[in-house]
């Protein structure tokens, strides 16, 4: 089953705009990574925020975790045309072994 | 450093035939995922081995799917016989190791039962 659910499935901006995209979770976890995927190709690791983290910044990137509510919120600034892509949330749960379980994603599409 | 390597890249076979997949992961790497990835979801983990050992196997439909690691490097997903919902992506990943690390993803393979 889907662990992150995430929240809008699909996001169309200007470039420039920021964007910010939301998962939630039903279990509790060790930590929350958040992934990209340009169409058709794998997914790239953009950030990993622990449970005992509440933000973290990445360039370009921020991310906020609300262990209280299970979510998280992935915030990316000053958007360009090459930030075009998937965006899933990914949670490692506790006592899962390291098993991560990704959400449905969210579409970015930034206009230039 | 290279990348986690996939092949193929496209597979188009018809249904009740069988197919393997290869996935060699970054040099190092003692842990090495399968996903399936159908179109317009987030990955599914199938399988999920330390060195070549299984760690996670819930998810992976035995009575069609199969995967080793042999010599805990290089691995094969096979699918037999192949039914139409198995068209989606198979991904392939490998980490340091199975816990808080990010994961590094292949290309995948994109498979199509006709």
Redesign the interface.
């Known amino acids: 089953s889907q662990q992150g659910e995430e929240d809008p499935q699909a996001l169309s901006i200007q470039e420039g705009e920021n964007a910010t995209m939301n998962c939630s979770y039903k279990t509790s976890i060790n930590n929350l990574q958040w992934y990209r995927q340009n169409s058709g190709r794998g997914l790239v690791h953009l950030i990993l925020i622990r449970s005992n983290e509440r933000e973290k910044h990445s360039g370009r990137l921020r991310v906020t975790l609300d262990t209280s509510k299970k979510s998280s919120s992935l915030l990316i600034t000053a958007s360009r045309a090459a930030d075009t892509a998937s965006y899933f949330c990914a949670t490692d749960a506790y006592n899962q072994g390291g098993k991560l379980i990704f959400g449905q994603g969210t579409e970015l599409s930034v206009k230039p | 450093e290279a990348g986690?390597a996939q092949s193929p890249r496209y597979k188009i076979i018809e249904k009740r035939q069988s197919v393997a997949f290869w996935c060699n992961p970054i040099s190092g790497h003692a842990?090495l995922y399968w996903y399936q990835q159908i179109l317009?979801?987030?990955?599914?983990?199938l399988i999920?081995f330390q060195n070549n050992g299984v760690?996670?196997d819930s998810q992976l439909p035995k009575d069609r799917f199969s995967a080793e690691r042999l010599k805990g490097v290089d691995s094969t997903l096979k699918i037999q016989p192949a039914k139409l919902e198995d068209s989606a992506v198979y991904?392939c990943?490998s980490s340091l190791?199975?816990?808080?690390?990010?994961?590094?993803?292949?290309?995948?393979t994109?498979l199509t039962v006709t």
């Open positions: 986690v842990t317009g979801q987030g990955p599914k983990l999920q760690v996670d991904l990943a190791g199975g816990k808080a690390y990010e994961q590094y993803f292949g290309p995948g994109r």
